[in-house]
Structures are given as C-alpha cells and as structure tokens.
C-alpha cells in the first residue's frame, strides 16, 4: 500500500526559496501521478501541482506558474516541488498525494481521485 511522507516546509523570507519532497513508500512511485496541494485555516486544499505517471507531463496552476517546478525521481520514490520568489500568500500547509488516473482532476475541490495523503508540511513565507 502507498504511503507518501512530504519534507522541507519551513520558514522563508519573501522572494526565497524552499525544496519540498514528498517521499514514496509500500509501493513504486512510477505508478502514479503525483500532485501538491496547500491549505490554510478556513480555506478548502488548493491544488498546486501535477506531475504525471507516464510521460512526466507538469501542470502548475496560475498563482504558482513560472515560481514553482515539479519534478519526480522514481529511482528515489521522491517527487519535488522547487519554490522560488516566494510570497506571503503561499504560507500553507502543503500535502502531496497519489492518482492512478490522470492530472487533470487535481484542481477537482476536495480532490476526490487523489489518494494516500501525507501528514502535510508547514511552510510560511514572512519577513
């Protein structure tokens, strides 16, 4: 059975950078499309970003497009999700989890395909 662990929120000034992970295992990671998501108290979990099992295509939506990069590593279970010109806006709690379908459900409120939640990581971005 798939777990996901997510790794490396912390704390960031305005236009730094963080590295997440989010580390696969019970299962090979190569099977399923990936997706980040953040939440913030009293919001619904946003998708963020996608990257598929097959073809490694990457989907990103428009607040975070051409500030973050997905990428995954199957050899080392490991997908990432590299965040530059970050903004006080992105402070959330970030999650990753799995699909056996497609990417083009992570943007679906509440996420309904997406599976095999991590216990999510903290991220703030404050001066």
């Known amino acids: 059975q798939l777990q996901l662990e997510e790794f490396g929120g912390g704390l960031a000034q305005p236009g730094g950078s963080l590295r997440l992970s989010c580390v696969a295992s019970?299962?090979?990671?190569?099977?399923?499309?990936i997706g980040w998501f953040r939440q913030v108290p009293g919001k619904g979990r946003e998708g963020v970003s996608c990257?598929?099992?097959?073809?490694?295509?990457?989907f990103y939506v428009a607040s975070v497009k051409g500030r973050f990069t997905i990428s995954r590593d199957n050899a080392k279970s490991t997908v990432y999700l590299q965040m530059n010109s970050l903004k006080p806006e992105d402070t959330a709690v970030y999650y990753c989890?799995?699909?056996?379908?497609?990417?083009?459900?992570?943007?679906?409120?509440?996420?309904?395909?997406?599976?095999?939640w991590g216990q999510g990581t903290q991220v703030t971005v404050s001066s």
């Open positions: 990257i598929s099992s097959s073809t490694g295509s990457t």
């Open positions: 989890a799995a699909t056996s379908t497609s990417c083009s459900t992570y943007t679906i409120p509440n996420q309904p395909h997406f599976h095999s």
């Open positions: 019970g299962s090979r990671l190569d099977y399923y499309a």
